[in-house]
Structures are given as structure tokens and as C-alpha cells.
């Protein structure tokens, strides 16, 4: 599907940044921008060249709002409509669905973010969803007095630089209304949003980690699992028509329309590579035909890889696998993509989620050396760490 990424805030543009890098030349990717109030942080991306890095808010200065979620609403009411004109180059009236990316702690992405979905709403009939990435608890707590406070405004430059009292890993910015603003802000996107996606940076650290030091592997994460969701069904140009086709209503059913919180879970599973000769011995060396996949191996590579996806780590705790809506795309060289496993992994996911509008599509990629699975759970039961958050403010 034609999807519109726009990246607001510090967590946002670098999100955005990363898709750019990973996924230009895809065909879902039809349109990248990157907004935010800090020049340093937008001047720090890479991929995106001046034409799809913007600065709003003169107000700020150039520099972040440092964690001020009401000084990020106004900015945001006031400049909305500026930055959905700022996008016309990329042509949003052609894309399928817009995802805004947002630091939920912060204060310019975070304040930014209603308004804009509002404003897209407004303008385009395509769904708005939200990627918000959910503040570590480490972000709230008073820092040791040897790290010294970090300011939230100096974020984006101590997230990437600072050394912490270990001198090796980058600390992570104090702010003290990480959570706060998070709970507002979800609560608002909500309201605005087709569907919201929280990804919890917290779950995704390794021990030892802290959000600094990891940022750039949990974006890629992100990245990975925005392009999983919103490219699955795309074939490249030249390749054969997929069995099952999977469209943006696919996506949007699956996912609702009323502010459902959702969450995305993916897995890849290797597999030989069946273009012109197999393990098995089926095919012939050096042939051209893709070779024959031995059922057995098939089916227990597409069973190991929706479980995975489905009970893996997720962007964000589904617990009890519940969900109100599933769906679960499987991909991966079209012999591998066994319809009778995929069936079974579709029954089985129903059960785990106790639900049984499960969509499916397939992603064949000719050629290709992996079977992968996304399972999309929509309408879940409230995380604890989304009921942490929530009540902050309750
Ligand atoms: N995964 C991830 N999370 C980040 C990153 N940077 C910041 N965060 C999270 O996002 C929240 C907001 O940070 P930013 O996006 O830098 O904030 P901002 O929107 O620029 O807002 P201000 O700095 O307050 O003006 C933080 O509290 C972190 O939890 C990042 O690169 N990756």
C-alpha cells in the first residue's frame, strides 16, 4: 500500500530517517517527512536530504521544547495546516494511509501529533495511524548524582553523545513529564487516530542498556516492522501476482477505525533458497526453475515462524495474545509459502487471540532466502505498562 510517513519530534524524524535509509526504493514508501522544532536533531539525519526535513514553530527557537507538552500543543494548533502543506511535494493525496511517529514523552512530536492527525484527517480520506514510542520508566527517576541532570532540552544531543557514569553507554535525557505527557498524548491520538501503535522502548532494551545507547537498533526494530506491515503485499515490479493480495482495507479492517490500540509482531525464519537447486536434491544445479521445497520442511518453517511473530516480543505486550481483530501476512519464496500450514496458522492464531476475524495474505518473494510472518493484534487489553503510564494522570 502507498503509505505517508511523517516524523515529528526528536524520536520521530530519526524514525523517519531510518525508513528512508532502509526502504526509499520500496514501493510503500511513497512519502517521508521529518518535522520537528530542533534543528540539531533534524540537522543529525542522514538519508533525508533539506527537501524533506522541515523546522516549525519559530516560537522554540530552533531549539527542542524540552518536555513542555503545552507549549508542543500550541505549536502544534498553530502550525498544522503549515506542515500538511509542507508534505504536498510527496503527494499525500495519492497514499493509502499516513503514519505519524512520535516520541510520546516529549513535547514537540507529542504535541504536534494531534493536530496534524486532525489536520490530515481533515484534508484526505485515508486512515491516520500513530507509531508512539512509550517512555522508560529510567527517562522519570531522579538521575544519580554523579550523572548529573540532563536536561530534557539537551536530549537529542545527549541521547546520541553523552557518556553516562559508566563511561560507556550514552545516558538517557532526564524528564521528569516523560510519562505524563505520554498518557495525554495517547489518550489525544486516540481520539484522532485510526489506530494507535505504542512500542515500548523499555521491553526492548537489552540489560545494562540504556534508551541512548540502544536508540538506533529500537529504530531500526521500528522501521523493520513498519515496512513488514505496510509493504507486505507489495511485490516488486517484474515479480508474479501474489495468491492473496493483501490492500490497504485489508490493513484498515484489521486494524479498526476507532483509536484501537494495536500492536505489530514479526519473525523471519531462514530457509535454503530454492532458486535453481535445493538441499533436498530435488532440484536440478543450475537450473533457472526454482526447486521443489520438501512439504515437511515447509510446513514446519511456516508453524515456527507465525509463532514466533505471534509470541516473540511485539512492539508492545499483548497480554494473554488477546485481540478484538488479527492479521497475520506470511511471506517468503512462493514454494515455502505451504496454503495448508498457513491455514493451520491462521486457526491457531484465532484461538490465541480469541478472535476470529483473522485477515491473511501472502508476500511471495522469488528468490528469496526467508519465510517471515506479521501478526497484527488490534484491540487489546491495556497493557501494564500503558496502565502505568495511563496513571500518572488519573
Ligand atoms: N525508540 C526511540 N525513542 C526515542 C528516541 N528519542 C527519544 N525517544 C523517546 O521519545 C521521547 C521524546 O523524545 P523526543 O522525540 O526527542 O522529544 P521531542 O518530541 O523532540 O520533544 P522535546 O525534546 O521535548 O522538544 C523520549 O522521552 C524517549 O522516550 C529514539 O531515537 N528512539
Known amino acids: 500500500m502507498r503509505l505517508h510517513v511523517i ?112 489536520e490530515l484527517s481533515r484534508l484526505y480520506d485515508a486512515p491516520v495511524y500513530a507509531l508512539g514510542f512509550l517512555p522508560t520508566p529510567s527517562e522519570t527517576e531522579e538521575p544519580d548524582g554523579d550523572e548529573g541532570p540532563p536536561s530534557a532540552a539537551a536530549g537529542n544531543a545527549a541521547a546520541g553523545s553523552a557518556a553516562s557514569g559508566n563511561g560507556t553507554e550514552p545516558r538517557t535525557p532526564h524528564r521528569p513529564l516523560a510519562e505524563r505527557n505520554a498518557a495525554r498524548t495517547l489518550d489525544a491520538l486516540s481520539d484522532r487516530c485510526a489506530a494507535v501503535f505504542p512500542f515500548d522502548n523499555a521491553a526492548w532494551l537489552r540489560p545494562g542498556e540504556t534508551l541512548g545507547g540502544a536508540r538506533d537498533r529500537l529504530n531500526g526494530v521500528a522501521a523493520e516492522r513498519i515496512a513488514a506491515l505496510f509493504g507486505a503485499g507489495e511485490t516488486p515490479e517484474g515479480t508474479s501476482t501474489p495468491q492473496q493480495v493483501l490492500d490497504a482495507s485489508d490493513v484498515a479492517r484489521a486494524v479498526g477505525g476507532d483509536g484501537e490500540i494495536a500492536a505489530i509482531g514479526h519473525a523471519t525464519q531462514a530457509v535454503e533458497s530454492s532458486e535453481g537447486g535445493s538441499r533436498f536434491g530435488l532440484g536440478l544445479f543450475g537450473s533457472s526453475e526454482p526447486a521443489e521445497v520438501d512439504t515437511s520442511a515447509a510446513v514446519s518453517a511456516i508453524e515456527t515462524v507465525i509463532r514466533k511473530a505471534a509470541r516473540g516480543k511485539n512492539t508492545v505486550e499483548v497480554p494473554d495474545g488477546r485481540a478484538d481483530r488479527t492479521l497475520l501476512v506470511v511471506g517468503g519464496p ?31 518473494v522469488p528468490g528469496g532466502d526467508a519465510v517471515s510472518a506479521v501478526v497484527v493484534r488490534s484491540g487489546v487489553d491495556e497493557p501494564e505498562r500503558l496502565r502505568e503510564i495511563r496513571e500518572t494522570i488519573r
Open 7 to 118: 516524523g515529528l519530534g526528536g524520536a520521530g524524524v530519526r524514525v523517519a530517517d531510518r525508513l528512508a535509509a532502509d526502504h526509499d526504493d520500496d514501493p510503500f514508501l511513497a512519502g517521508v517527512n521529518a518535522f520537528d522544532t530542533d534543528m540539531d536533531a533534524l540537522g543529525a539525519l542522514d538519508a533525508l536530504g533539506e527537501d524533506r526535513r522541515y523546522r516549525f514553530g519559530d516560537a522554540a527557537g530552533g531549539d527542542g521544547l524540552g518536555g513542555d507538552l503545552h507549549a508542543g500543543r500550541r505549536l502544534g494548533d498553530a502550525h498544522a495546516s503549515e506542515l500538511g502543506r509542507e508534505m504536498d511535494d510527496q503527494r499525500p493525496s495519492l497514499a493509502e494511509a499516513f503514519l505519524i511517529v512520535v516520541g510520546l514523552g516529549g513535547a514537540a512530536g507529542a504535541g504536534a501529533a494531534p493536530a496534524l492527525a486532525e
Open 334 to 364: 512462493p514454494q515455502w509459502l505451504n496454503r495448508e500450514a498457513i491455514a493451520d496458522g491462521r486457526r491457531w492464531l484465532a484461538g490465541e487471540a480469541g478472535s476470529d476475524a483473522i485477515l491473511s495474505g501472502d508476500a511471495p
